[in-house]
Nanobody, 127 residues
Framework: EVQLVESGGGLVQAGGSRKLSCVAS????????IGWFRQAPGKEREGVSC???????YYRDSVKGRFTISSDSAKNTVYLQMNSLKPEDTAVYYC?????????????????????WGQGTQVTVSS
């Protein structure tokens, strides 16, 4: 059974940092891309970042330079380091697994639904 479990969410002040983790199981980790998505109240879900099986990374424009995605294959874990957080980063953050990692998907220019999803973790940034 495929499982993706996010953790690390919480309340943080604007300008602060938070590191999210996504632990994967039930599939061959090194063969899949992992993406981070988020959904704010009343808004559609949007792509944040993804890392391909080869280690390529992509970010949506609004988080470039502030967020960093990384992967630890020994732990089957993908991280999202979020720095200089802003109130508009407040959302439920989801990790998802698929064979595809594309800047067109992360930016929303190409609609695509990842195969497997975690339950999400709430990040709230106070002003």
């Amino acid at each position: 059974e495929v499982q993706l479990v996010e953790s690390g969410g919480g309340l943080v002040q604007a300008g602060g940092s938070r590191k999210l983790s996504c632990v994967a199981s039930g599939f061959t980790f090194d063969e899949y891309a992992i993406g981070w998505f988020r959904q704010a109240p009343g808004k559609e879900r949007e792509g944040v970042s993804c890392i391909s099986s080869e280690g390529s990374t992509y970010y949506r424009d609004s988080v470039k330079g502030r967020f960093t995605i990384s992967s630890d294959s020994a732990k089957n874990t993908v991280y999202l380091q979020m720095n200089s957080l802003k109130p508009e980063d407040t959302a439920v953050y989801y990790c998802a697994a698929d064979l595809v990692c594309s800047p067109l998907i992360i930016s929303g220019k190409v609609p695509y639904e990842y195969d497997y999803w975690g339950q999400g973790t709430q990040v709230t940034v106070s002003s």
